[in-house]
């Protein structure tokens, strides 16, 4: 492995890396990579990162920062202007000991799978009397491990579509902050793209993160077994309709005559790009396999609640969510 070089036109913005595992350890070495000034947060790999840097092998090329910014208390990190949550949702509880401060015109971003992160991550904050800045939202589209303390695995895709949270739902069109945060990850390099429409965007994803995140675990399964199996694939088939659903209702509801719905081949998208994608073992099924916290209500409950309060039928996503929070509760046990 190569150390990484810093790019010759260093960012101006300041990063921090809250939660330092598959997705943040990831894409902060990779702004590192590209020049930015970033700052780790971490808990039981904070010596070995401190003494070691990180370490990164990726299809796209291997790579190592010898040297990093490590911190095991956020209240020992410099204001920044973005703080990326990276955090499993499980964990978004503690957030309030865990965000450093902001300068002025600050952000926080959050790389975190689900539905209404931004919004709770907004009435936390106000819950605490705490000022909220703009947030921002991330859709990780990436096969990305944890392998070691501070040694990280990337698979597979990378790209990250950015948008802005609006209190009431509503496209928003991108800031000159996103545009920077956008330079700052291809200089990485990064694919990264922006949205006009974040609440739309998680909605597409979730297509996805429902019933492979799901089913891995009730099932036992990589992505390869399940799309191996035609009653599966069936199964697959039917979650990924009732998010459809679900999201094409929502976004009528929100925007009346704005048209906001998904794509009417996105199903058939999302399962090529999985029948093409590496074999993989989803996050939820590797932290149940690890006896962590299931990520089940920012997957499943909230667009459960979402269906619930548009008086629409989902059985297949409420079995799976019957189903994952028995084994979530057995696990914890």
């Known amino acids: 492995m190569m150390s990484a070089s810093l790019s010759a036109s260093p960012s101006a913005l300041s990063y921090a890396i809250i939660g330092t595992g598959a997705i943040g350890g990831y894409y902060g070495s990779r702004l590192q990579q590209g020049g930015c000034e970033v700052h780790f947060l971490l808990r039981s790999d904070y010596e070995q990162v401190k003494n070691s840097g990180l370490v990164i092998e990726s299809i796209d090329g291997d790579f190592v920062l010898p040297r990093v910014n490590a911190y095991c208390r956020a209240a020992d990190i410099p204001p920044v202007d973005v703080a990326i949550v990276a955090l499993k949702t499980t964990r978004n509880h503690q957030l309030m000991d865990l965000l450093p401060k902001l300068k002025p015109g600050g952000a926080i971003l959050s790389l975190q799978n689900g539905l209404g992160i931004e919004s709770a991550i907004a009435r936390q904050l106000t819950e605490n009397n705490r000022p909220v800045p703009s947030i921002l939202g991330g859709l990780c589209f990436i096969c990305s491990n944890k392998v070691g303390s501070g040694h990280f695995r990337h698979l597979d895709y990378g790209r990250i579509l950015l948008g802005a949270h609006s209190l009431d739902h509503q496209p928003c069109l991108p800031t000159s902050l996103m545009e920077s945060i956008t330079a700052d990850f291809s200089r990485g390099p990064v694919e990264i793209a922006m949205t006009d429409d974040l609440p739309m965007a998680r909605w597409r994803k979730l297509v996805w993160n429902v019933p492979y995140n799901g089913l891995s675990v009730v099932l036992d399964a990589t992505t390869a077994e399940m799309m191996g199996n035609e009653d599966v694939r069936s199964l697959i088939t039917t979650l990924m309709q009732e998010v459809v659903s679900v999201a094409n209702v929502w976004g009528e509801k929100t925007s009346p005559g704005a048209h906001r719905t998904l794509s009417s081949d996105v199903i058939d998208q999302m399962l090529a790009h999985t029948d093409e994608m590496s074999d993989y073992r989803t996050s939820m099924k590797i932290d149940y ?29 409420t079995m799976l969510y019957q189903q994952l929070s028995f084994l979530d509760a057995k696990l914890q046990r």
């Open 289 to 317: 396999d690890e006896k962590r916290p299931l990520e089940i209500e920012a997957i499943l409950g909230n667009p459960i609640q979402a269906a619930q309060a548009l008086s629409l039928p989902v059985p297949a996503m």
